[in-house]
């Protein structure tokens, strides 16, 4: 596979996520721990036949036990308080507030040994912020319900960052350990499941289809194809791509009358990805 063409299957993880918010919206109502166990198995079951398609089981053996427990600990996290967050707040906001990873990825990247923190990065997170702050205070209200879910967001996207960041510790692992964090990420989810929440699963044609969708794409095909894009492609197109996820995802609700347009919703879109774009830039100078 050339590096072209690997930094393009990682793109269509991006175009992937945008769907992220749309799906999870339409898989109410069932409750988050049930939509991770779901989707995970799902996307753990497209890891483990393409695994075996490729004979690359394998390759799973000289993995430690700490990049597994990472991985799991990663996904699970991320998307349990993404889901959450979009069942208790309203989706377009919530959903950007969640998309904040990429511009803290580059904030906590600046922390790390041999990197710096420019005013860049201090710019562009007091830009990124603003926009969060935006929606918060003018979006649609501070209902208990709709706090908890704007600060569920927060967490997930502090969840997200942290795990991207912290991964270059533990080194390169193969592709196919991804679809382990899966499985192990939809056992846990279900486990939980049984002790915290009550079982309700999808509805209807749509819900299940939703749900379906998101094992599939987002919490499936998405990590594949990223992992890919990030190991032999150019990742720092890639990084910069992901940033047009929040506008995306928010263009998607919008057109699907999921979100109401307003001008605090396309300001705050632009504020978030602009602030991710200036931290980018400060990245990129020398």
């Known amino acids: 596979m050339t590096r072209s063409t690997a930094t393009a299957t990682g793109f269509v993880a991006v175009l992937l996520w945008a769907l992220l918010a749309l799906l999870t919206v339409g898989s109410a109502p069932t409750p988050p721990l049930l939509l991770n166990a779901i989707c995970f198995a799902i996307g753990g079951a497209i890891g483990v036949v393409w695994t075996l398609a490729t004979g690359g089981f394998s390759r799973l053996r000289g993995v430690g036990w700490r990049v597994y427990a990472f991985g799991t600990a990663g996904l699970f996290g991320y998307h ?82 942290g795990y991207s960041v912290l991964s270059r510790r533990l080194g390169h692992a193969p592709t196919e ?19 915290l929440e009550d079982t309700v699963w999808p509805a209807d044609t ?39 996820a929040p506008l995306l995802s928010t263009l998607v609700l919008v057109i699907a009358g999921v979100a ?10 632009l504020l978030i990805t602009g602030g991710a774009g200036l931290a980018a830039r400060a990245s990129l100078k020398d």
């Open 80 to 161: 349990a308080l993404y889901f959450t967050a979009l069942r208790l707040a309203p989706a377009a906001e919530a959903g950007l507030i969640a998309y904040l990873w990429p511009l803290l990825i580059v904030l906590f990247s600046g922390l790390l040994p041999g990197e710096r923190l420019k005013p860049g990065h201090v710019i562009g997170g007091l830009v990124g912020f603003s926009g969060a702050a935006l929606i918060i205070g003018g979006g649609a209200g501070f209902g208990s319900g709709a706090m908890a879910g704007y600060l569920a967001a927060l967490a997930c996207a502090l969840t997200w960052s």
């Open 177 to 195: 350990t991804v679809a382990v964090f899966c499985l192990a990420t939809a056992v846990l989810s279900g486990l939980l499941h049984l002790g």
């Open 206 to 244: 749509l819900s299940w289809a939703s749900a379906i969708g998101l094992g599939l794409g987002p919490v499936g095909l998405a990590f594949y194809v990223w992992d890919i894009g990030v190991k032999r492609g150019d990742i720092q197109l890639l990084g910069v791509a992901s940033y047009a």
């Open 260 to 269: 109401a347009p307003s001008w605090t919703l396309a300001l705050a879109a």
